[in-house]
Structures are given as structure tokens and as C-alpha cells.
């Protein structure tokens, strides 16, 4: 890490890796024309990575979400290289009004979480922990570095570049690894035994963490062997009030019977999870666009939320915290078993599936269809 703060204050480009995929990145606060340009002739879609307080207190979020999750904007006064460095900058600086955005345009804000890596282990999420670690504000510019052929570069190809341009290359899961050894999101505060009326005898173990208090239920022994285990997403209106328009209570209650069966097994509630991260108001008004045909991921894109707002690095760490190594997770969302593995879990997939009724069809269709879930629904 020294020989990379060296570099970048040399005012060079890290080249950070996730998975299949290879980033240029720099500090937002270095953004020069000259960087623009060398980004645009290497890389597909230059990207600002901000957290959701800068998007918000800007008024980014009026404008609509491509793809779920990123806001294409340009400066509306004109798009040369040093037009674009200093629109970004201007962003970085506060000093941007909504109307000098042009939308769409070619820079493609991305909302990442506050907290990094330790929070969600996403590109976005690295790049703004490298400049913050670099001690410069925890916003990055960054793209995706392409071949000459246009395809997305592979780990060879970026190696090459790396050494042709004498760039370093920097590994997301070095990066998580690197601050996991030093720091710690999630703090056990309490534990204590938990008899329930369907679901047997657990311990009920409280945690602060960046999401506010979060309970997870333990049976049995978890530090040897796989374990079962759901990361449940609070959703009061179907955890509590058993609504029809969705099928989360149902899937609580499903998980709780099976590791109760299990004898063995963690349920995490996550909370501040409501509506996929907006809200509990939010998620009420997301109910009454979908009333007038809106689906449940364009109400969370029309009220200026991300698609998804989730994310499981707290989820990650209270199972390191409870000394589980491999999963079994309860889950028919493909982002959480994505994330689990990038924190160094050995995870599978176990089924939690309900049956659609007519009234919650819709609403599964859409995770299916748009979200990538792994439902079975016929139409």
C-alpha cells in the first residue's frame, strides 16, 4: 500500500481489478483534462463514484437511474475533456447546480457506500477507499479499461497495460483483506437466550453496526462446518403485519422452521433494509406507484432511489464476528451470494422459495425478470 500512495501522488493511474473485469482509477480531486483524455481513449464509460449523501444534497437523484443504478449527467455548458474535469470537479466541491447538468450524458455517477469495501465490496466502493486512503476525499473517477478490439479487458490484458504504462495493479479482495485486519464494523453488545412460540430456543445476540441495531438468532454451534444461514431484509408490512404484497414474511417464517429443524443455523436481521434500503415511507409511496402499473424497480428509480440500495458487508462481518467460514445461505438473490464470497465465505445456495399468489405475482415477477432472482414462476 505505501508503494501505491507513492505512486498516485505522482498524480498516476491504478489499474484495480474485480474478478473478471480491470479499472482505471484515479482521485476525483486529481481529475485533470489530460486524464479525461487518456480514460476515453482506453476505457469504456468514465464513472464518479459519490456516496448518497453528496447525490442527494446535489439533487442528482431527480434525475432518473440508467440501468437501476447509475446517473448518466455532462456539464450542459459544453463536453471537451476540460469541460468534463471540471464539472467533476465541481461536483467533488459541492459548487454544481442542477441546472448546469445536461442528462443524459457521459459520466456515469455511481452511489457507493460511505463505509467502503467493509460495507459492499464493489468497485465504486474500492476506488473511493484507495483515495481516501491516499488522504484525499473518498470520491474516485473511474472506468472500465478496454482492449483495442473493444472488449472488456482480462486479467492479462490489464497486466500488460499495467507495465506498459508503469501502473500498479490493485486487487479488490487484497483491498478488503487489508482492511479487515485493521478495522471492524460491528460490535457485539449483548447475549442472551430467546425461547419463541414456533421456532424453539435460540440466542438472540445484539449488535451496533453502521445500520443501527441489528439482531442475529444462533442454534447450535456455527464455527465448525457448514451452516445454515439467512440475511433477512427487515420488511415490516410483511414480517409483522403478514402483507400480501410481497413474500417476505413467509420467507422469515420458512427460514426460522428450517434451521429450528436443523438444529444448527444463524438468521441475521438486517435492518435498515426496508424496501430494499429507502424506507419505510419510501417503500409505502413505491406501494402506491406500482397501484397506477409501475413495476417495484422503476417506483424505487422514480422516487430517485438506486434499484437496490442493500448491501451485506455488516451481515459479512457479524459472521466473521460468530467464526462461520462456510455458508449455506438461504437466499434467491444472486447479489447476496456474490457478496458473501467476495468476503472469503464458501457459500451455497439453498432455496427459499413461496408460493406466488395473485396478488404478490407481479411483484415476483419483476425480481425474477429484472432483478435476476432464482424464482420459478410461470406465467
Known amino acids: 500500500m505505501r508503494d501505491l500512495v507513492s505512486q498516485l501522488r505522482r498524480g498516476e493511474f491504478v489499474i484495480v481489478c474485480e474478478d473478471d473485469k480491470s479499472f482505471l482509477f484515479t482521485p476525483a480531486e486529481t481529475i485533470t483534462a489530460e486524464k479525461i483524455n487518456f480514460l476515453m481513449r482506453n476505457c469504456d464509460e468514465i464513472r464518479l463514484s459519490l456516496p448518497w449523501s453528496k447525490i442527494f444534497s446535489l439533487g442528482l437523484n431527480k434525475l432518473y437511474y440508467l440501468n437501476g443504478n447509475l446517473i448518466a449527467v455532462d456539464p450542459k455548458w459544453a463536453i471537451s475533456a476540460e469541460d468534463r474535469a471540471e464539472f467533476i470537479k465541481k461536483i467533488v466541491n459541492s459548487n454544481l447546480q442542477l441546472s448546469e447538468v445536461k442528462f443524459p450524458g457521459r459520466i456515469f455517477i455511481e452511489e457507493t457506500k460511505e463505509r467502503g469495501v467493509l460495507e459492499r465490496p464493489g468497485i465504486a466502493e474500492a476506488c473511493s ?47 478488503i483483506e487489508f482492511r479487515l485486519k485493521t478495522e471492524k464494523i460491528v460490535e457485539r453488545v449483548v447475549e442472551a437466550t430467546l425461547p419463541t412460540k414456533f421456532y424453539g430456543t435460540f440466542k438472540a445476540l445484539g449488535y451496533k453496526t453502521p445500520l443501527g441495531e441489528i439482531l442475529a438468532l444462533v442454534k447450535g454451534e456455527v464455527s465448525d462446518g457448514e451452516v445454515l444461514v439467512r440475511i433477512h431484509s427487515e420488511c415490516l408490512t410483511g414480517d409483522v403485519i403478514h402483507s400480501l404484497r410481497c413474500d417476505c414474511g413467509e420467507q422469515l417464517e420458512s427460514a426460522l422452521k428450517m434451521i429450528d429443524r436443523e438444529g444448527k443455523g444463524i438468521l441475521i436481521y438486517m435492518r435498515g433494509h426496508e424496501g430494499r434500503g429507502i424506507g419505510l415511507i419510501n417503500k409505502l409511496m413505491a406501494y402506491k406507484l406500482q397501484e397506477n402499473g409501475i413495476d417495484t424497480v422503476d417506483a424505487n428509480i422514480k422516487l430517485g432511489f438506486p434499484a437496490d440500495m442493500r448491501s451485506y458487508g455488516v451481515a459479512a462481518q457479524i459472521l466473521m464476528d460468530l467464526g462461520v467460514k462456510s455458508v449455506r445461505l438461504l437466499t434467491n438473490n444472486p447479489l447476496k451470494i456474490e457478496e458473501l464470497a467476495k468476503y472469503g465465505f464458501m457459500v451455497k445456495r439453498e432455496a427459499i422459495e413461496v408460493e406466488p399468489t395473485e396478488i404478490n405475482l407481479l411483484y415476483l415477477k419483476a425480481k425474477k425478470d429484472r432483478m435476476g432472482h432464482f424464482l420459478c414462476i410461470n406465467d
Open 129 to 175: 477507499d484507495l483515495a481516501k486512503l491516499l488522504g484525499y476525499s473518498p470520491y474516485a473517477v473511474y472506468a472500465p479499461l478496454m482492449t483495442k478490439e473493444g472488449r472488456f479487458a482480462d486479467k492479462s490484458y490489464a497486466e500488460n497495460f499495467a507495465k506498459e504504462n508503469s501502473m500498479q495493479v490493485v486487487k479488490i479482495r487484497d483491498l
